[in-house]
T-cell receptor, first 111, second 114 residues
Framework: KQEVTQIPAALSVPEGENLVLNCSFT??????LQWFRQDPGKGLTSLLL?????REQTSGRLNASLDKSSGRSTLYIAASQPGDSATYLC??????????FGTGTRLTVIP | DTGVSQDPRHKITKRGQNVTFRCDPI?????LYWYRQTLGQGPEFLTY????????KSRLLSDRFSAERPKGSFSTLEIQRTEQGDSAMYLC????????????FGQGTRLTVV
């Protein structure tokens, strides 16, 4: 069974800092890795999808990388803003045909 | 709005009552998923449909839970004889068939069993 771990569980940074969120997974046979954002009491918003054949994806200030061999993915957020405060979740899709989620990293960006 | 839609957003019910949630996926998506999320945890898979066929169910889906997707469009998730342990956020997601497609989630239904 795929297990996904996210470190750190919580992170607090001053506005303007660059930061990295980490995600590790046990089953390297993933089809893709997806990063989501979740605001309190809300659903999930897709940020980036990395297919297994890709190494990274970029969207605006976000960059996600994937290293299947080591079972790791990172989400890099440049020039953080208070509006980036949320919980960030990573999830891997495997042959089980459903997403396996980590427990998330709760990010607070201090103005 | 062409995203995934869930109704209701919030539901408070007494223990022992039945509840039903609805999910309307993105229209061209043939796969529809239900997940459950408790406080401080990531979502956990419950079940999924490809078109109208329910292809997989998690062990989390006890016999008090039932899901349908008539005609391969919207889906309903019913919980019978609710228990306090059923209190959670129920999330619906949809995407197209294939390994490399992006999953899109609705805003969820927050269930509180009192």
């Amino acid at each position: 069974k795929q297990e996904v771990t996210q470190i750190p569980a919580a992170l607090s940074v001053p506005e303007g800092e660059n930061l990295v969120l980490n995600c590790s997974f046990t089953d390297s046979a993933i089809y893709n890795l997806q990063w989501f954002r979740q605001d309190p009491g809300k659903g999930l918003t897709s940020l980036l999808l990395i297919q297994s054949s890709q190494r990274e994806q970029t969207s605006g200030r976000l960059n996600a990388s994937l290293d299947k061999s080591s079972g790791r993915s990172t989400l890099y957020i440049a020039a953080s803003q208070p509006g980036d405060s949320a919980t960030y979740l990573c999830a891997g899709l495997t042959g089980a045909n459903n997403l396996f989620f980590g427990t998330g990293t709760r990010l607070t960006v201090i103005p | 709005d062409t995203g995934v839609s869930q109704d209701p957003r919030h539901k408070i019910t007494k223990r022992g009552q039945n509840v039903t949630f609805r999910c309307d996926p993105i229209s061209e998506h043939n796969r529809l998923y239900w997940y459950r999320q408790t406080l401080g945890q990531g979502p956990e898979f419950l079940t999924y449909f490809q078109n109208e066929a329910q292809l997989e169910k998690s062990r989390l889906l006890s016999d008090r839970f039932s899901a349908e997707r008539p005609k391969g469009s919207f889906s309903t998730l019913e919980i019978q004889r609710t228990e306090q342990g059923d209190s959670a956020m129920y999330l619906c997601a949809s995407h197209t068939t294939g390994r490399y497609t992006e999953a899109f989630f609705g805003q969820g239904t927050r269930l509180t069993v009192v």
